[in-house]
């Protein structure tokens, strides 16, 4: 028999997720000398400079196995949002825990709910673990509609995936509308508020989810090392929830989920306060421009509490490819269902500027046909 006919039909149906492309993979195609790369929302002040100095002194212990509880990591997560210990999951990414998540709460006859233009991973866990992925149609100017998400829940309902800021549109729910969702969604429903980009959010009105565990809602609380401190290629994330909760995840777990550098790494980046200041002045001042530039070359955006902004090129898919041809890769939109546009990381200047200098071109040239 084919293996694709012994599994869900919605697994043998998914589509894998594509990352933003490697450099490495431009390199060997086009032979282009130095890319820059503004795909997958990086810091692009490279890692904390302590977590590197803290991984280097333990790379001596790599014939051993990490601690399986990620115990001082946990300790000291739990001591920065002032839970307990026993509220943290930690995780190989924050994508693990999704994935968990719908492992453990979905399954064929039941659904979850999330914004249309969210993050992918939320359909792909879903039809991985064979429940209905339900995406709710945004508001106009690509804004949450959480009231629609609420009308959308039903009793087979199990997650709804929210992701604050939202990849890829960087638009945000604030707290009002947050706060009427919250008072209508039903107890069998897990409410996962996906903060991978929480660090970088100004607006005053932004919902903290982790001020609403009240140990009555289901709600789980996910971030990650992968952005603001720039750990990305380490993979550690978690999640804080109730005690519960974290048990349940525990026991679905791979035994050492959270590899020795990355648990190493963590702890330092946590502390590291001068490279989470560097990161925000540089994402400020490079999303100032990009916004100037965009204006500038009769772009339109929407306006991004992230570490990314997504433009409408007309065509993204073809604006991506001839990007790449001038060394800069940026990250089309189809899988999200917006053709029309890319989305694009803040970089550091002059990669912004490489960006800016080679989309005028580009637009340009397909002004001209
Ligand atoms: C909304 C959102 N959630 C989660 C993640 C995954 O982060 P991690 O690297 O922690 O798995 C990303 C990564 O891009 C993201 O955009």
């Keep these: 028999m084919k293996p694709e006919e ?16 490697p450099i490495e993979e431009l390199q060997r195609e086009l032979g282009i000398g130095e890319p820059v790369k503004l795909a997958s929302n990086e810091n692009p002040l490279g890692p904390s400079p302590r977590a590197l100095a803290a991984i280097k002194a333990a790379l001596n212990d790599l014939n051993r196995y990490p601690d399986g509880g990620s115990w001082a990591l946990r300790q000291a997560v739990a001591a920065r949002h002032q839970v307990a210990p026993e509220q943290i999951f930690m995780a190989s990414g924050s994508v693990e825990v999704l994935n968990l998540l ?10 979850t709910v999330f914004s249309e233009h969210g993050f992918a991973i939320y359909a792909l866990a879903t039809a991985a673990a ?36 939202n990849n890829p549109t960087g638009s945000i729910f604030r707290r009002a509308e947050w706060e009427r969702l919250l008072a209508r969604v039903p107890d069998h429903v897990v409410i996962v508020a996906d903060e991978a980009y929480f660090e970088f959010v100004r607006a005053a009105d932004y919902p903290d989810s982790l001020n609403y565990h009240d140990g009555r809602r ?20 978690y999640a804080v929830a109730s005690g519960a909760m974290v048990r349940l995840l525990n026991q679905v777990r791979q035994p050492f989920n959270v590899t ?19 990161t925000l002045k540089v994402n400020a001042d490079g999303m100032a421009y990009l916004e100037r530039e965009l204006t500038r070359l009769g772009i339109d955006y929407v306006p991004s509490q992230a570490n990314f902004i997504m433009a ?16 800069v890769i940026v990250r089309p939109l189809g899988a ?15 990669e912004n500027r490489r960006l800016i200098t080679a989309l005028e071109q580009v637009m340009s040239a397909r002004a001209k046909g």
């Design 102 to 111: 719908a492992f453990l709460f979905v399954r064929p006859g039941l659904n």
């Design 336 to 350: 999200y269902a917006l053709p029309r546009h890319v989305r694009i990381s803040i970089g550091l200047e002059e």
């Design 6 to 21: 012994l599994v869900l039909p919605t697994v043998a149906a998914l589509t894998p997720y594509e990352p933003g492309k």
């Design 260 to 278: 020795l550098p990355a648990q190493i790494g963590a702890i330092a980046a946590l502390d590291d306060a001068e490279h989470v200041r560097n």
């Design 218 to 237: 289901l709600i789980v609380t996910l971030r990650t090392f992968s952005k603001i401190y720039g750990l990305a290629g380490l993979r550690v994330g």
């Design 130 to 165: 064979g429940g209905e992925a339900r995406a709710v149609p945004m508001r106009p100017g690509y804004q949450f509609d959480l009231d629609r998400i609420g009308d959308t829940i039903d009793r087979n309902t199990r997650i709804i995936f929210l992701d604050n800021p």
């Design 312 to 327: 409408d090129v007309g065509d993204g898919r073809a604006v991506f490819d001839a990007l790449l041809r001038h060394g």
